[in-house]
Structures are given as structure tokens and as C-alpha cells.
């Protein structure tokens, strides 16, 4: 057996006694041909190996180079280096796999920008940021599986290829065998589907949120969690062309029930981040307090990203309509001094900027804003009696804006149907998303959590492209 190795984070938790351990991990750095600071990935913190002078070949220690893999045999001792209560001194030393420095391109010297590291994506793992990022990001997938565990959710798979457009949007990447050099043709001139794979147009999903409901009106109460694909040709910093999305919907639930569920949820995926991955929140902190010295003073944070999540834990979020949201805005002085770039007055798809000025300046934590105008949203949200507005909930974030979107769903057949042909939904394609409807309707609401925004929000990341291993964004697939 080769692995019978001890994990650095285990490593640090024992005391110093002199005891034989095996570790085994990529050199951090070499120092004064005696001090290797090796790093596993189970951990920021590094552990010290200290080759004795004279003790090891000096070829051995040519070879002991940024990111050479290494097998490590010796004792654990008390360190007198300081931050480091123990270090390993070793008997033993295996070069698994050599690091040409000369080529490296990781030069962790020299402070490598994020910009950069996105280059060399493959590697970014090798950092302390993308190390402490990518353990957030994998805790904060398991407390999703286990907040909805513990309520009785049950999980559930939604197809990744569908024929449907969840969203009504257009924003869909096709998928098809259909020769692109000599495509069949209808005698119209159309593209011929019926010859192509699935015997008609399919696209990747943008949501799973149909089928959610489908599943939801029998199981009760479901979540997805899976990939989603958008081809919306936004270059921002919060847009992916491939994100994936936590999908819970739920029976008997109307927008109220379902707001609570997020904000609980959001808190409880914070809360749970906090007490499983405290030192790598406290370099991310860190990473972000020395990123934003370098900006002017009224763009900085307030508050540190640990004091922000706290007090998100502590407040509770706040709540306005839609109206009321555009009465603010358009009392505010940014609007009156003409700060926003973008018009504001009822009926508009609030921007970025009006979005974070609502969460930022204004009231300074979350806010779930309802009741959206029927126009500016998807035709399965559940029409309010105003005629106007429908039963919408979007919770706005310090920093990423919209983080989660969500509604009441409409569950009257003839008010959805009537909606459907006012948005040009082709209810033909939809007829078993309609059954559910025809068939023991009820209340019933769900909402949709970006995972990557969620991602951006606990490690404080400002790029979206720097919380998901290998983004795709437009003109950008590589990996
Ligand atoms: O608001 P959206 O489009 O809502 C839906 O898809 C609904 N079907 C959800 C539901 O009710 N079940 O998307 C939901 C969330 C957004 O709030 C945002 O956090 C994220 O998904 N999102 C994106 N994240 C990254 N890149 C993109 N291009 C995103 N588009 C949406
Ligand atoms: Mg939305």
C-alpha cells in the first residue's frame, strides 16, 4: 500500500512527542536549503519539514523545487519558528514528482493577480486563495444536501438536456447531431428537427424548475441542485454561461412560506461555512482587507467579510415590494443627483446599480424584494390581484445584487394559460407541465439560489470567474 500517509490538518491538530509520521505534499517553498514548507490541500497551513544540514544528498535537495510532490518520513517536533506549534523532522525524503522552476508558471513570490490566475486555471489550485475557496465551496454544497436532508426535502435530478424553455428567456444553447455543413430543410426553408437526434429541437437546460414542480406536486417538497446553462451574452462579473443552481419547490407553500425558507437557508449555509472552515474564512478576510487597501476610501467595504457574515447571520433581512423599492430609489440622492446610469420609474428591470444601491447604501443588508410587474417576469409566477404584479421574490446581496429568484407559482389553469399565449409560451410543448395543474392543483412556491453567487458572497470574491474551477464564460472554454 503507498498511501499510509497522515493528512497535514490532522498533523497539526496532535502535539509534539517525537512520534514517526508519513506525510506527503507539493513544496510551498525551500529555505536556506533546510526549511520545506509542504502543503497537502487538506490545509492552508503549511507544516514545516526540516532537512538537517549535511544529512541528505545534495542532489536530493536540487530537486526540492515550488511544487515538486514529496513524500516525507520523520518525527514530529516542537517548533521554535513562530505561528507553528510543531514541525516535522525528516528522516526520510522521496521526490515523487519534480517541478521544473524554470518553467513553473506559478511564481507565488511575486503575488500572481487573480487576472492571471484565471490563465492558469489548472494550477490556481496550488494557491492559498483557490485552496481556501474551493473547501468553502465543497462545504457549502454538503450543507445544502444536509439543510434539505434534515427538513425532508427529497432530491431530485432534472434532466440537463430538455425540449423546454423553463425561462421563456431564449437564452438556450442547442444540442444537436444535425450535420451544421448540410443542415435537412423543410419545404419552408426551415430546419428540418424531426431528422435530429431527439426527433426535435432540444437545448441545455436553463432551469430545473418545471420538472421541480412536477415532482413537488406528489413528493411534496423537492430541491435540484445541478448545472444550468445560459447563453445570455453578458460579460459581467456575476455571469456564468454555465452555473449551477439549487432549485427547491414546494407544495402547499405560498410567497411568504417561501421567503422564510430562503432566508433561512442562507443563513444556515453561512452559519454552517463559519463553524467548519474558520481559518479558511480568516485568509480570505485577510486577502480581502490587503486587496481592498488598494482602493480609493469610499469604495471599500464597511465592514471585513467576517463581520459582514456575522451581522447577515444576525439581522433579519429586510422586506419591501417592488413599488416600494422604485419610491426609493427614486427619492434617493443618487437618483436626484443623477448618479444612476440607467432610467428609473415603475415598470423597469432594476439594474445592477439600483440594486446595490438599495442593499449597499440604503438599507445596508439584504432585502427580498416582492412582487415584481407581470411584465419583467417568467409566465409561471402567480398573477396578484392588482392585475399588475405578480408574486415574485428576489433577494439582493451586499456586493452580488440578485442572488436568489423565486415565486408563488400560478396555480389556476386558466390564469396561467392565459398567460402563456399573452408571453408566447407554446402551452402545446407545455401540456404535462399544464396536467399538474388539471390534476389535484395547489399553492405552491419554490426559488432558485445561484450556486457560484453564493460562493462569491461567503469568500468575498468580486468575480464570479473565481468561484466556480473552470468558468465558461463568452469566448472563454478553455480546460
Ligand atoms: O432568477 P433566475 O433566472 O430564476 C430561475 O431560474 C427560476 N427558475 C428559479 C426558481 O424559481 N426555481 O435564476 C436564479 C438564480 C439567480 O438569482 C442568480 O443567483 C443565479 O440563479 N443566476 C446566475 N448565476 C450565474 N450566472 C448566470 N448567468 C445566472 N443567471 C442566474
Ligand atoms: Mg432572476
Given at each position: 500500500?503507498?498511501?499510509?500517509?497522515?493528512?497535514i490538518?490532522?498533523?497539526l491538530?496532535?502535539e509534539?512527542?517525537?512520534?514517526?509520521v508519513?506525510?506527503?505534499?507539493?513544496?510551498?517553498?525551500?529555505?536556506?536549503?533546510?526549511?520545506?514548507?509542504?502543503?497537502?490541500?487538506?490545509?492552508?497551513t503549511?507544516?514545516?519539514?526540516?532537512?538537517?544540514?549535511?544529512?541528505?544528498?545534495?542532489?536530493?535537495?536540487?530537486?526540492?523545487?515550488?511544487?515538486?510532490?514529496?513524500?516525507?518520513?520523520?518525527?514530529?517536533?516542537?517548533?521554535?519558528?513562530?505561528?507553528?506549534?510543531?514541525?516535522?523532522?525528516?528522516?526520510?525524503?522521496?521526490?515523487?514528482?519534480?517541478?521544473?522552476?524554470?518553467?513553473?508558471p506559478?511564481q507565488?513570490?511575486?503575488?500572481?493577480?487573480?487576472?492571471?490566475?484565471?490563465?492558469?486555471?489548472?494550477l490556481?489550485?496550488?494557491t492559498?486563495?483557490?485552496?481556501?475557496?474551493?473547501?468553502?465551496?465543497?462545504?457549502?454544497?454538503?450543507?445544502?444536501?444536509?439543510?434539505?436532508?434534515d427538513?425532508?426535502?427529497?432530491?431530485?435530478?432534472?434532466?440537463?438536456?430538455?425540449?423546454?424553455?423553463?425561462?421563456g428567456?431564449?437564452?438556450?444553447?442547442?444540442?444537436?447531431?444535425?450535420?451544421?455543413?448540410?443542415?435537412?430543410?423543410?419545404?419552408?426553408?426551415?430546419?428540418?428537427?424531426?431528422?435530429?437526434f431527439?426527433?426535435?429541437?432540444?437545448?441545455?437546460?436553463?432551469?430545473g424548475?418545471?420538472?421541480?414542480?412536477?415532482?413537488?406536486?406528489?413528493?411534496?417538497?423537492?430541491?435540484?441542485?445541478g448545472?444550468?446553462?445560459?447563453?445570455?451574452n453578458?460579460?459581467?462579473?456575476?455571469?456564468?454561461?454555465?452555473?449551477?443552481?439549487?432549485?427547491?419547490?414546494m407544495a402547499?407553500?405560498?410567497?411568504?412560506d417561501?421567503?422564510?425558507?430562503?432566508?433561512?437557508?442562507?443563513?444556515?449555509?453561512?452559519?454552517?461555512?463559519?463553524?467548519h472552515?474558520?481559518?479558511?474564512?480568516?485568509?480570505?478576510?485577510?486577502?480581502?482587507?490587503?486587496?481592498?487597501?488598494?482602493?480609493?476610501?469610499?469604495?471599500?467595504?464597511e465592514?471585513?467579510l467576517?463581520?459582514?457574515?456575522?451581522?447577515?447571520?444576525?439581522?433579519?433581512?429586510?422586506?419591501?415590494?417592488?413599488?416600494?423599492?422604485?419610491?426609493?430609489?427614486?427619492?434617493?440622492?443618487?437618483?436626484?443627483?443623477?448618479?444612476?446610469?440607467?432610467?428609473v420609474?415603475?415598470?423597469?428591470?432594476?439594474?445592477?446599480?439600483?440594486?446595490?444601491?438599495?442593499?449597499?447604501?440604503?438599507?445596508?443588508?439584504?432585502?427580498i424584494?416582492?412582487?415584481?410587474?407581470?411584465?419583467?417576469?417568467?409566465?409561471?409566477?402567480?398573477?396578484n390581484?392588482?392585475?399588475?404584479?405578480?408574486?415574485?421574490?428576489?433577494?439582493?446581496?451586499?456586493?452580488?445584487?440578485?442572488?436568489?429568484?423565486?415565486?408563488?407559482?400560478?396555480?389556476?389553469?386558466?390564469?396561467?394559460?392565459?398567460?402563456?399565449k399573452?408571453m408566447?409560451?407554446?402551452?402545446?410543448?407545455?401540456?404535462?407541465?399544464?396536467?399538474?395543474?388539471?390534476?389535484?392543483?395547489?399553492?405552491?412556491?419554490?426559488?432558485?439560489?445561484?450556486?457560484?453567487?453564493?460562493?462569491?458572497?461567503?469568500?468575498?470574491?468580486?468575480?464570479?470567474?473565481?468561484?466556480?474551477?473552470?468558468?465558461?464564460?463568452?469566448?472563454?472554454?478553455?480546460?
Amino acid at each position: 500500500m503507498f498511501n499510509k500517509r497522515l493528512k497535514i490538518k490532522e498533523l497539526l491538530k496532535q502535539e509534539a512527542e517525537n512520534q514517526q509520521v508519513t506525510i506527503m505534499g507539493w513544496v510551498r517553498s525551500f529555505r536556506n536549503n533546510q526549511f520545506i514548507a509542504l502543503n497537502d490541500g487538506s490545509t492552508n497551513t503549511n507544516v514545516q519539514v526540516v532537512a538537517e544540514l549535511g544529512k541528505f544528498e545534495e542532489s536530493l535537495l536540487k530537486r526540492i523545487t515550488p511544487s515538486a510532490s514529496l513524500k516525507v518520513t520523520g518525527s514530529v517536533i516542537p517548533s521554535l519558528g513562530k505561528g507553528q506549534k510543531l514541525e516535522v523532522k525528516a528522516t526520510s525524503i522521496e521526490v515523487l514528482g519534480d517541478s521544473d522552476p524554470e518553467t513553473y508558471p506559478l511564481q507565488l513570490k511575486n503575488r500572481p493577480s487573480l487576472e492571471y490566475l484565471r490563465e492558469i486555471a489548472h494550477l490556481r489550485f496550488r494557491t492559498n486563495t483557490f485552496g481556501a475557496i474551493f473547501r468553502i465551496r465543497h462545504t457549502l454544497a454538503f450543507a445544502i444536501h444536509r439543510f434539505f436532508n434534515d427538513r425532508g426535502f427529497v432530491y431530485l435530478h432534472t434532466p440537463i438536456i430538455t425540449a423546454s424553455d423553463a425561462e421563456g428567456a431564449g437564452e438556450m444553447f442547442r444540442v444537436t447531431t444535425l450535420p451544421l455543413e448540410n443542415l435537412p430543410k423543410n419545404e419552408d426553408g426551415t430546419i428540418n428537427f424531426k431528422e435530429d437526434f431527439f426527433g426535435r429541437s432540444a437545448n441545455l437546460t436553463v432551469s430545473g424548475q418545471l420538472e421541480g414542480e412536477l415532482a413537488a406536486t406528489a413528493l411534496g417538497e423537492i430541491y435540484t441542485f445541478g448545472p444550468t446553462f445560459r447563453a445570455e451574452n453578458s460579460n459581467t462579473p456575476r455571469h456564468l454561461a454555465e452555473f449551477w443552481m439549487i432549485e427547491p419547490e414546494m407544495a402547499f407553500c405560498d410567497l411568504e412560506d417561501n421567503m422564510n425558507l430562503a432566508e433561512e437557508f442562507i443563513k444556515f449555509l453561512i452559519r454552517y461555512t463559519m463553524e467548519h472552515n474558520h481559518d479558511d474564512l480568516a485568509f480570505l478576510a485577510q486577502r480581502l482587507a490587503d486587496e481592498e487597501k488598494q482602493l480609493p476610501q469610499d469604495k471599500r467595504s464597511e465592514m471585513g467579510l467576517i463581520e459582514k457574515l456575522d451581522f447577515v447571520l444576525n439581522n433579519a433581512f429586510e422586506r419591501i415590494t417592488y413599488t416600494e423599492a422604485i419610491d426609493i430609489l427614486l427619492q434617493s440622492p443618487a437618483y436626484k443627483k443623477k448618479k444612476f446610469q440607467y432610467p428609473v420609474e415603475w415598470g423597469i428591470d432594476m439594474q445592477s446599480e439600483h440594486e446595490r444601491y438599495l442593499v449597499e447604501k440604503h438599507f445596508k443588508k439584504p432585502v427580498i424584494v416582492t412582487n415584481y410587474p407581470a411584465k419583467i417576469k417568467a409566465f409561471y409566477m402567480r398573477q396578484n390581484d392588482d392585475g399588475k404584479t405578480v408574486a415574485a421574490m428576489d433577494i439582493l446581496a451586499p456586493g452580488i445584487g440578485e442572488i436568489v429568484g423565486g415565486s408563488q407559482r400560478e396555480e389556476r389553469l386558466e390564469r396561467l394559460e392565459q398567460r402563456m399565449k399573452e408571453m408566447n409560451v407554446p402551452a402545446e410543448d407545455l401540456w404535462w407541465y399544464l396536467d399538474t395543474r388539471r390534476f389535484g392543483s395547489v399553492p405552491h412556491s419554490g426559488f432558485g439560489l445561484g450556486f457560484e453567487r453564493m460562493v462569491q458572497f461567503v469568500t468575498g470574491m468580486t468575480n464570479i470567474r473565481d468561484a466556480i474551477a473552470f468558468p465558461r464564460t463568452p469566448n472563454n472554454a478553455e480546460f
